[in-house]
Every structure is written in structure tokens, then in C-alpha cells.
């Protein structure tokens, strides 16, 4: 892993597992997954409406104490203090309660999906009692399938531009050249929610401000973002950005209220950008790397085309012309390739 370590783990609970991520990641934060808790709490717990009442519990973003003062609510509500299992999570509540953990890096993660949706689709190719030679063949399969995914995806990125529908056309705007497409929706998503929020105060600090925020029709809560004025740094009390990566809507409010037309470069986070796969370097053989390489090739040119067709099949004169250059082209691109192949055999 390059002598880096993982910032956290997911796991189900297995208790094999939670001792060795204990001495092999003692730095790691170490959280449970939230599906597996909540289906233990249905299975343990026999009583109406606990399971839902747990649930807001476990995913409420207050503080500690308001997660306490909820819990202790719902204790009592269903008369559930001495009830064993709840004793137990409750004594395990650093590892899954949302309170806890927040400003602990899981790109926004909260239960072992993403491992369960790939073992789902690789079974879509992998069946029992396989050869091993079939088991790699099909593995192989799988693997190309990903990976042809993954370079249309990139080259959409890349080579499309991004849909504008909010009323901040700037900074939309910047966020699609700035983050990867999926990464640009999410962010588009929170930037309409910060439509519910507003600023009451604002208080100077030298070289920085807090901005104090509400939530229309929650009055009671409030939300501080610290700008600074020099690097344009921002921190919220939500700690959205250190738990998943992307400005939260309080910092876009501010956003605003600075009159910023870019992200400030402290508010994007490389692996959410286009250029994440920039220092990355993965060593492979020369069988495979062109093997990837040519998936990515592949990738590309059947986007192109598939917007070249789109496109030719609205008319039949942009059909006809398109008929005309690709004949054409087809020659072109012929003769260019016999040329090139005959320098190659020179060489040799």
C-alpha cells in the first residue's frame, strides 16, 4: 500500500476481524455497518417502532450530547433499560453512532455495500464448480467490463460539459470543470440544498469571519462556517467535508455571501476531481496494460460515436453528409495507417 494505512474500515462486526484491524490498523477509525446493526436491532428488540426510533438515533448529525439526551429519550419511552442487547451497542456506540463519528473520513460511506454490490456482480459471471481455468477466464471478463465502464466514465468527464440548472451559474459552472461527473451531481445536489439555509450573523476575527447559519423552519438550530480571508479556508460545524469530501451546503452559503465565483481550492478534495488519477501510478505487465489501454481506447471511440449517431439520426440530410465524410474519412484513415505500418517494418 505504498506505506500508507487506511484512514478507516467498514466492517459487518466479526469479531476475527475487529481484533485484527485493532493491531494491524491501531490509527484507524474502525465503524460498523449500519445495515447489520439496524437488522440486529430488528432481530434483538421485539418492540414497536424501536428499530425507527434507533435508527434516527444512529443517524442524527447533532452533537454528543444531543445524541445522548435522544438516547436516553428513547430508553425510556420504550422502558428498554435493562435490556441486554441495547446495553451492549450502546457500550459500542463510538464505532456506529453518527455523532461519534463525525469529522472521521468515509467518503460517505456508512455500511459495507460497495464490498456486497461487487460480490453481487462478479457472481453475474462466476459460477460453482468452475475449472481454474474458467474461473480466471470469467474473472478476466468481469474485470474488462469494469474497466470499459470506468473509461466511458472518464472520457465523459472529460469530453462533455456539464448540464447547468441552478440560479450560482459561476460556480456550477466551475464545479464541472473541477470535479469528475458523478462527483459534479453530488455537489450540484448539495448546492440546492442551500437554498434552506440563510445567515443571521456575521462576527470579524482578524484575519478570518464566522458566519452563523440557520435552517428555514428549524430555528433552533444553527451552523458556524470560519472563512479565512487570506487562503479563503472554510470549516463548518457539521464537519461535512471531513467526513465525505465535498463542501457542505453551509460553506456554499458563504460561498455566496463572499460573492466567490470559484471553490476555493481548500474546499475540493483530489479524489472527488478530474485530476485524482493523476500521481497515481499502477505497475502492470505489458500483456495487461495494453489490454487496459485499448479498453480505454475502445471506451472513448464508442461515445464519440454514439453522439455522432445521435446527432446524424435527427435529419436525413445530417445523415447523408455524415455518410459522405465517413466514407471518406474511412479512406483517409486507411492510407494513413498503411503508411505508418510500413515505417514500423523498416525498422525492423
Not at 460556480?171 to 445567515?199: H, I, W
Amino acid at each position: 500500500m505504498n506505506n500508507k494505512k487506511s484512514l478507516s474500515v467498514i466492517t459487518d462486526g466479526d469479531k476475527a476481524m475487529c481484533k485484527a484491524i485493532k493491531r494491524i490498523f491501531p490509527d484507524s477509525c474502525h465503524r460498523l455497518c449500519a445495515w447489520h446493526i439496524q437488522r440486529n436491532a430488528f432481530t434483538n428488540v421485539h418492540v414497536k417502532d424501536f428499530t425507527n426510533h434507533f435508527s434516527k438515533c444512529m443517524f442524527m448529525e447533532g452533537t454528543v450530547e444531543e445524541f445522548e439526551c435522544a438516547w436516553n429519550d428513547m430508553l425510556e419511552m420504550f422502558n428498554l433499560h435493562g435490556h441486554k442487547w441495547v446495553t451492549d451497542i450502546y457500550a459500542n456506540r463510538s464505532r456506529w453512532a453518527e455523532a461519534y463519528l463525525r469529522g472521521h473520513f468515509f467518503a460517505g460511506m456508512k455500511n459495507t455495500q460497495r464490498c456486497e454490490s461487487m460480490n453481487a456482480y462478479l457472481n453475474r459471471f462466476l459460477k460453482t464448480r468452475l475449472k481454474l481455468f474458467e474461473f480466471v477466464k470469467h474473472f478476466d471478463r468481469a474485470l474488462s467490463c469494469i474497466r470499459h465502464e470506468e473509461a466511458k466514465a472518464e472520457f465523459e468527464t472529460h469530453h462533455s460539459s456539464a448540464v447547468l440548472t441552478t440560479k450560482l451559474y459561476a460556480l456550477e459552472k466551475y464545479a464541472g470543470t473541477v470535479f469528475t461527473r458523478q462527483s459534479f451531481l453530488k455537489f450540484r445536489d448539495e448546492m440546492k440544498n442551500a437554498e434552506l439555509f440563510f445567515p443571521v450573523s456575521t462576527e470579524n476575527h482578524g484575519g478570518y469571519r464566522v458566519h452563523t447559519l440557520t435552517k428555514f423552519r428549524s430555528p433552533d438550530k444553527i451552523w458556524k462556517v470560519c472563512y479565512g480571508n487570506s487562503d479563503r479556508s472554510m470549516k463548518c460545524t457539521c464537519m461535512m467535508f471531513e467526513s465525505v469530501g465535498f463542501p457542505c451546503p453551509h460553506m456554499i452559503v458563504v460561498m455566496k455571501i463572499e460573492h466567490l465565483e470559484e471553490i476555493p481550492e481548500t474546499c475540493i478534495m483530489k479524489r472527488w476531481s478530474k485530476l485524482a488519477k493523476e500521481t497515481v501510478q499502477v505497475h502492470h505487465d505489458n500483456e495487461s496494460q495494453g489490454d487496459a489501454t485499448n479498453i480505454i481506447r475502445y471506451g472513448a471511440l464508442s461515445s464519440m460515436c454514439s453522439r455522432m449517431s445521435y446527432f446524424a439520426s435527427q435529419s436525413e440530410k445530417l445523415l447523408k453528409r455524415l455518410d459522405v465524410k465517413y466514407k471518406d474519412s474511412l479512406v483517409k484513415w486507411k492510407n494513413f495507417v498503411k503508411i505508418q505500418w510500413k515505417k514500423v517494418n523498416e525498422k525492423i
